[in-house]
């Protein structure tokens, strides 16, 4: 099993409807992100979590929310899909702890992603 | 405000040619650098990362990339390009106490040719 498992893998939708994505890990990682790809701009912070009780904003939170139900499981949800949210969507969780001093030179590991097209 | 520049979103190279991709990162802090690859239908995959000390990265798969602070570049190199090597290139920063988030480059796609 992938250490980063994230569902759905593939997901389209109309317009209006509410989307969530999940990831769930087997890593035992604090932190988890969520990022956004598109093609031509790289991968877009959305939000972050260093644990349960601790989410951040990242560079395009706008129209996205999550959860982070444990330390193993954080979702991203779009309350209200529009078709400019159309994007591959990557989980990724890192082995710093929240108390790590060093705090910059951690090493991400990914989900294999979730397509999402909003029609 | 930290940023990345990849030079190039496509890159071409015959088999067994240099290859190239360069990376230019700006940041007010002396920062850690990561290259990420991408294959076909695949999440992001470690490639190297420099955090301190030397500045020449060794990698994997024959990978390797150069800090030049004065150049504010990292860019990566692989002396003889393989079929496999075909993907989806990121070049990433991050900076001290930003809680390991990356900011990364727009990628640069490598094609190998037989």
């Known amino acids: 099993d992938a250490d980063v498992t994230q569902t759905p893998r593939n997901r389209i939708t109309k317009t209006g409807k509410r989307i969530m994505l999940e990831c769930s890990q087997t890593?035992?990682?604090?932190?988890m992100y969520w990022y956004r790809q598109d093609p031509g701009l790289g991968l877009q912070l959305i939000y972050y979590?260093?644990?349960?009780?601790?989410?951040n904003k990242g560079e395009i939170s706008d129209g996205y929310s999550v959860s982070r139900q444990a330390q193993a499981k954080f979702s991203l949800s779009l309350e209200s899909a529009i078709p400019n949210q159309t994007a591959l969507y990557f989980c990724?969780?890192?082995?710093?702890?929240?108390?790590?001093?060093?705090?910059?030179?951690?090493?991400?590991?990914f989900g294999a992603g979730s397509r999402l097209t909003v029609l | 405000a930290q940023s990345v520049t990849q030079l190039g979103s496509h890159v071409s190279v015959s088999e067994g040619a240099l290859v190239l991709l360069r990376c230019n990162y700006s940041?007010?802090?002396?920062?850690?650098l990561f290259w990420y690859v991408q294959y076909p239908n695949q999440g992001l995959q470690l490639l190297l990362k420099?955090?301190?000390?030397?500045?020449l990265v060794k990698g994997i798969n024959g990978f390797e990339a150069e800090f030049k602070k004065s150049e504010t570049s990292f860019h990566l190199t692989k002396p003889s390009a393989h079929m496999s090597d075909a993907a989806e290139y990121f070049c990433?920063?991050?900076?001290?106490?930003?809680?390991?988030?990356?900011?990364f480059g727009q990628g640069t796609e490598l094609s190998v040719k037989p």
């Open positions: 890593k035992g990682h604090d932190r």
């Open positions: 990724a969780t890192s082995d710093l702890g929240i108390r790590a001093l060093v705090s910059g030179a951690n090493v991400l590991t």
């Open positions: 940041s007010s802090v002396p920062p850690y």
């Open positions: 990433a920063v991050s900076e001290e106490n930003q809680g390991g988030k990356l900011i």
């Open positions: 979590s260093f644990d349960v009780k601790d989410i």
């Open positions: 420099y955090t301190t000390g030397a500045t």
